[in-house]
């Protein structure tokens, strides 16, 4: 959900639909390329994620907005790691974790997405949420560099153009899918992942 470089110097609004946070709405610079997932899309997301949620270490890697990483923290997971290149939506997603008191449990990194993947030392997160720009043609190579950062029981969550096959690693399976005119969405799960620990997805 990372928008070009260009702000327009409006702020938006996104809105938090569930958890402690409950319709707490945070502001986002508006920029051509931002495309925070909508709450009907969110909804969905989190309906099926919830069984894994608690206690969860989330990845949003081009956090943008930062609706799904803030949605999963307030929704019970334990920490979130928000990355993201462009210096004013990070530096207002950093505002919005102040806001929020949020400090022990979200961290955002500005850094551009492959870089931080290949630099970073390899952490094991529980879910992904992997958005990034259409235009950008960057699934194939964040894919490729996700794997050391996820929790071999991890999930995945992935937004791509309507329409558009991504051909994922060997090893991940689909577990739900929807769409809208212009989105596809769809959560898969490495083959160990279960939706909590005594029942398999």
């Known amino acids: 959900m990372r928008p070009s470089e260009t702000h327009t110097g409006s702020v938006g609004q996104v809105r938090i639909i569930g958890g402690k946070w409950r319709n707490t709405r945070l502001p986002v610079p508006l920029a051509p390329g931002l495309r925070p997932s909508s709450d009907r899309v969110r909804e969905t997301l989190f309906n099926w994620l919830m069984p894994r949620l608690g206690g969860a270490r989330v990845l949003d890697l081009f956090a943008g907005s930062g609706a799904l990483g803030f949605e ?3 929704r019970g997971a334990a920490q979130a790691t928000l990355v993201e290149r462009d210096a004013a939506l990070a530096c207002q997603l950093r505002e919005s974790v102040a806001k929020l008191g949020a400090q022990d ?5 500005q ?4 870089h931080w993947l290949a630099q970073r ?4 997160a529980d879910i992904a949420f992997i958005d990034p720009p259409f235009a950008d043609g960057l699934w194939e190579a964040v894919l490729a560099g996700l794997n050391p ?3 071999a029981n991890a999930w995945l969550y992935l937004e ?8 994922l690693p060997p090893g991940w399976l689909l577990h739900r899918e929807g769409g809208t005119r212009e989105v596809r969405f769809a959560l898969y799960r490495r083959a160990a992942a279960t939706l909590s620990p005594d029942q398999h997805a």
């Open 72 to 74: 999963a923290v307030s």
């Open 105 to 109: 449990q979200i961290e955002v990194v």
């Open 111 to 114: 850094a551009d997405a492959l």
């Open 121 to 124: 030392p390899a952490g094991l």
């Open 149 to 151: 950062h996820l929790a």
């Open 160 to 167: 791509s153009p309507a329409g558009q096959a991504l051909r």
